[in-house]
């Protein structure tokens, strides 16, 4: 079920376009926003609001990296993966990580509180390794300082 | 040495309106408004500026395709690509959090120009810090008179939307852009039509990207003569350029468009770190072909960095050093391609990650001699005129400089059946 205020700020998006279809990601990511993943369900409804079809929307939602279509932990940490982090050193963060939360990509750890995921440039490569912690980025990485960092999320 | 786009920023900071203001902020707005549409699209022709995106097509030209007049559409829109996720690129985003009134002001000029009373910010959706400083400025200007109805009394309007994306290399490519815009999946179009004629919503666009746009304001504000002298050759302006990998200093700087890769590389970034030595370098992101020691005084300017075999893209070096494995390198880059390959033509939905599974048994030592054969394959099989857009083409740059350059590192995997940097790195 979609709340009123996640209904209020679909329709706000709508008004912006000249076809409401073109708040399709906007509206994905509302309801993210508010319940952590788009169910099935979640998903319908947005469709119906959009006068789409659901297929077309599920089409939509599961081209982007960032809507997540299966739940996830209370923090998403999205480790960066692509060129100058690896050269920086990405694959000994990635081992840290792994070892630590005892999780790999696109797993989610037994007491909800993280999944990992990996993530293209964050544009920071001058910085690598760098991450992503929710809205939060973190660079210049090592395996000290991801402790200090997964401290403040709980 | 100037440096119109970054003289204001300071690590760290955001410039507000006032002091955008104070330092000749919206001078070239008002300059712009002045004078006919038209005219400013000949000056920012004539000044040479070329899209900063990566493809370097002369700006003002690309505009000129827009069409103009009493029997133009009524809707067009022009489009800021604040994408930004090739990897290796860290440049648009030091624009956008230091100095987002320069961005805005140059887009209310290109908007004015082509006659567009709506554009959009296309951000993704990891550029949080720069979304927010965005808001703010749009809200600032909006207050200002800047934006909105009858701008500075010329009767002219214009709205700035912000559009977060949510993660999609192809939604930088400009209409696949425009898909996404539309809430479509980011599929690119077959051209023609061009966007230009017939893009968002069917109607003209333009879309550039964020450095380009910043250099507008600059370039109405002090004239094309004067734009021109920043650049060491004769293209015009200046450029970020930046460097990440194992080097000194790390980082971006402004510099006239035409500096040599050696000084960007040895003074700028302060030289490869003690232990370490240079082996090549990706130019502009991760779809441009290498160059290597030999090329290290090659200019740094689109038809140079072009001569050199490579291209100039988007002007942020990554290097490769010694004690990193060229294969792993180049698998790392085709892992990205393979999974970033939108589907729609079946070389690169298919072509790509072949590339990839071949190159990741390379590198773990199961290689074979027959594996060169099939990537040097692929290298023509994906090269342009093959697919809808430059997506393909573009992973295949690095694999087929690296094939010429590195290919002993190559064989040596495939000889010794094991990568022989990554005894060390374990
Ligand atoms: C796969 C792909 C991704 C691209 N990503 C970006 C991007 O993130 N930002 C950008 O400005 N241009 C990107 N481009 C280039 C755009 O298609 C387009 O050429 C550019 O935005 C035009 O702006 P300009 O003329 O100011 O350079 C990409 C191109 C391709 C093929
Ligand atoms: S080249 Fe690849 S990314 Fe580009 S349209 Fe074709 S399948 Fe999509
Ligand atoms: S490669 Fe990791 S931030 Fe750019």
């Given at each position: 079920m979609l709340s009123k205020e996640e209904i209020k700020l679909i329709e706000k998006e709508m008004a912006k376009f000249p076809v409401k279809s073109a708040a399709s990601i906007e509206s994905l990511k509302i309801v993210q926003d508010k319940q952590r993943w788009v169910s099935d369900k979640a998903l319908a409804e947005v469709a119906r609001i959009l006068e789409m079809p659901v297929t077309e929307l599920e089409n939509v939602a599961s081209f982007y990296n960032l809507i997540y279509r299966k739940p996830v932990g209370r923090h998403v940490i999205h480790l960066c993966e692509s060129i100058s982090c690896w050269v920086m050193g990405l694959e000994d963060i990635l081992g840290y990580l792994n070892k630590k939360l005892g999780i790999s990509y696109g797993e989610t750890t037994e007491d909800d509180r993280f999944t990992l995921l990996p993530i293209q440039c964050l544009g920071d490569c001058d910085k690598a390794p760098a991450m992503m912690v929710d809205n939060d980025l973190y660079n210049n990485l090592t395996t000290e300082k991801i402790d200090d960092i997964l401290q403040k999320y709980q | 040495m100037e440096t119109p786009l970054t003289k204001n920023i300071i690590k760290g900071k955001t410039i507000d309106l006032k002091i955008y203001e104070k330092s000749g902020g919206y001078q070239g707005l008002r300059k712009a408004m002045s004078k006919n549409p038209e005219d400013i699209t000949s000056i920012v022709k004539e000044s040479g500026l070329k899209g900063r995106g990566g493809a370097g097509f002369n700006t003002g030209q690309k505009w000129s395709f827009v069409p103009m007049g009493?029997?133009?559409?009524k809707e067009k829109y022009l489009i800021a690509n604040?994408?930004?996720?090739?990897?290796?690129t860290f440049k648009d985003r030091l624009l956008l959090e230091g100095d987002p009134h320069q961005l805005i002001e140059g887009m209310i000029i290109a908007s004015y120009a082509i006659q567009a009373s709506n554009a959009f910010i296309f951000m993704r959706w990891t550029y949080q810090n720069s979304a927010d400083q965005i808001r703010k400025a749009i809200a600032e200007a909006h207050e200002a008179g800047y934006l909105g109805r009858n701008i500075l009394n010329t009767g002219f309007d214009l709205d700035i939307h912000l559009h977060v994306s949510a993660g999609r290399y192809i939604c930088g490519e400009e209409t696949a852009l425009l898909n996404a815009l539309e809430g479509k999946r980011a599929i690119p179009r077959s051209k023609p039509p061009f966007p230009q004629v017939s893009g968002l919503f069917g109607k003209p666009t333009i879309v550039n990207n964020v450095e380009t746009l910043c250099n507008l304001p600059h370039i109405i504000d002090k004239g094309k003569e004067w734009y021109k002298s920043?650049?060491?050759?004769?293209?015009?302006g200046t450029k970020l350029y930046g460097v990440s990998g194992r080097v000194k200093k790390p980082g971006c700087w402004e510099l006239p468009l035409g500096t040599t890769m050696r000084e960007i590389i040895e003074e700028h970034a302060g030289g490869m770190l003690d232990g370490y030595k240079f082996r090549g370098a990706l130019p502009g992101g991760a779809s441009t072909d290498f160059l290597i020691e030999e090329h290290m005084d090659t200019v740094m300017d689109y038809s140079s960095a072009m001569k050199a075999g490579s291209r100039l893209g988007t002007g942020t070096l990554v290097i490769l050093d010694d004690k990193t494995c060229p294969v792993g390198f180049v698998h790392n880059l085709e892992k990205f391609f393979a999974h970033e390959s939108?589907?729609?033509c079946t070389p690169c939905r298919d072509g790509l990650p072949w590339v990839e599974k071949v190159l990741n048994a390379i590198e773990n030592g199961e290689g074979v001699e027959k594996d060169m054969k099939i990537l040097e394959f692929h290298t023509s099989y994906l090269s342009p005129g093959h697919t809808y857009c430059a997506l393909a083409p573009g992973a295949m740059e690095p694999l087929q400089s690296a094939l010429k350059y590195f290919r002993e590192d190559f064989m040596k995997h495939i000889n010794e059946?094991?990568?022989?940097?990554r005894n060390n790195y374990a």
């Open positions: - | 009493k029997d133009a559409p604040a994408d930004e996720m090739e990897p290796g920043l650049s060491i050759t004769d293209e015009g939108c589907g729609w059946k094991r990568c022989p940097w």
